[in-house]
């Protein structure tokens, strides 16, 4: 996707503004009390608008690398950000995130050191998974607002540990599923909820990529540094790094946490001593016997990052640029039998399948038209500025993120024991 620059409100509200399930429906599937649909649809949309600048806003970021480089650079479109000290495990990091912000930042190798500063406003963290529950924990003790990315935690009782956690500090958290600030997203699922396309009963989703995921390694001992995700200690591989994006979909479309979960995966391609797969496929089911299927592979492109919703009256596209909506032609209904003494006739069947109704969707369906397709993630950092001014709750607040972590912890666990393995919300 082309990043746009900072704007300074999206013209697309109108559509923007959705009736859609968000982290409120997720906190009633987890017995939480929910608010009314539309009053989160406000919310939604006031916070992805809004661009007032109160007063400077001082960011300190732990975690420097690829992905905290892409969040700063989201922030400082935001007006009054400021990104004022940083902590990283690797030294040329530092100099990195200087060139993205145009000025030098306070450095530190301990992230402890960045939380003693009394000088920061705001706490952001992307670091590897198996460090998020340690640094969030540490942030939100802290006292401070806290952006952290997802997936929220490495395991079940780390996400329930950080929901508790909010609560107790009452501070502004935001996960980092962007995908929950989407404009052309937000805009399909609300015509989803409304019924354009029936009862969503599967969500198939795709991110396929040709590429060894591997990166450049200047020193052998910075092996498991650089490549974490391709090891176990810090990293769920494809399921939680791409996948969780997805099931957060689901779960939005859903409008509930999964029930249960099975999982595979293999190295078939790239034997070069990783230790999480190359390809994965999980199937989520849901409350009365609907699914979401996702699958990942890693050398072959093909379908690239999309998902598809399946309703009864038709289809809905979501990728990383755009929606767009088919819909099903007209259903066979079988004939009623007259009542009466009437003599019935025998009835003639045809063959049960034909071309015309097997062969894939042609033509370029039906478009969802936002004005401005602003980049996801600075939607999602403008919104959590917008959070920490008012102390209003972010949409992907902590229960959107757990709702996220149940599915991709509990996929992993199905992945290692070969069974389906249940979910429990509470």
Known sequence: MDRRSFTQGLSALALVSSASLSSSALQTAAGAAAAPAAADDTRAARQIAHTTINTPLRLGLIGAGSRGQELVRSFLRVPGVRITATADVYPPRFEQLDKVCGYQVARHADYRALLDRKDLDVIVIATPLGLHAEHVLAALKSGRP?????????????????????????????????????????????????????????????????????????????????????????????????????????????????????????????????????????????????RMVFTSMTDNAKQGDQLWLYGTKGSLNLTLQDATFFYEPRKVTAVKEEKGDKKQEPVVTSASYSPANEMPYRGPGKSVEVKDPEDPTTAATRAFVYCVRTGERPIADEHVGLGSALAVVSANEARVAKREVEISAV
């Open 146 to 290: 806290v952006y952290g990315e997802k997936t929220m935690a490495y395991t079940i009782a780390q996400a329930r540990e950080i929901v508790a956690a909010v609560a107790a500090s009452k501070q502004v958290f935001q996960v980092g599923h962007q995908y929950r600030y989407s404009p052309w997203i937000r805009a399909a699922l609300a015509r989803v909820q409304a019924g354009e396309i029936g009862d969503v009963t599967h969500v198939l989703a795709y991110w396929n990529r040709n590429n060894s995921w591997r990166r450049p390694v200047p020193d052998p001992s910075l092996e498991r540094l650089i490549n974490w995700r391709l090891y176990h200690k810090w990293s769920l591989g494809l399921i939680a790094e791409l996948g969780s994006h997805h099931m957060d979909i689901a779960n939005w479309t859903m409008g509930s946490y999964p029930v249960a979960v099975q999982a595979s995966g293999s190295i078939c391609y790239y034997r070069d001593g990783r230790e999480t797969d190359d390809n994965v496929q999980v199937i989520l089911s849901y409350p009365g016997g609907r």
